[in-house]
């Protein structure tokens, strides 16, 4: 089983929105940790947000989309979504979805500490 589908990606026009949607495995999403990665051409992969998936609901995201990007879950459908509101074009790259255990807290938007990805949803942002 695929640990990790995402979906959603698309192009819009710059202050537009989409909301990606990552469907996570059972193993996946008990991991603890999901997280949105993001990847442009020629750049390393950066943390978006992340959200536990566990009690409680801590969320974390990288300064540049605070205000902007929403992180949410449904633990029913085993989904977590990101919704990207006011959309910029230095926001455009592949989006990825990924899982980890619990780690400290400076750790949680790297990307080295997450073990499983899904294979990624596009994200085009034009001027």
């Known amino acids: 089983q695929v640990p990790l589908v995402e979906s959603g990606g698309g192009s819009v026009q710059a202050g537009g929105s989409l909301k990606l949607s990552c469907t996570a495995s059972e193993t996946a999403y008990t991991r603890g940790w999901l997280g949105w990665f993001r990847q442009a051409p020629e750049k390393e992969r950066e943390g978006v947000a992340t959200?536990?998936?566990?009690?409680?609901?801590?969320?974390y995201y990288t300064d540049s989309v605070k205000g902007r990007f929403t992180i949410s879950r449904d633990n029913a459908e085993k989904t977590v979504y990101l919704q990207m509101d006011n959309l910029k074009p230095e926001d455009t790259a592949m989006y990825f979805c990924?899982?980890?255990?619990?780690?400290?807290?400076?750790?949680?938007?790297?990307?080295?500490?997450?073990?499983?990805w899904g294979q990624g949803t596009q994200v085009t942002v034009s001027s």
């Open positions: 990924a899982a980890a255990s619990p780690m400290p807290s400076w750790e949680r938007l790297d990307p080295a500490k997450y073990d499983l």
């Open positions: 959200i536990y998936t566990g009690r409680g609901k801590s969320t």
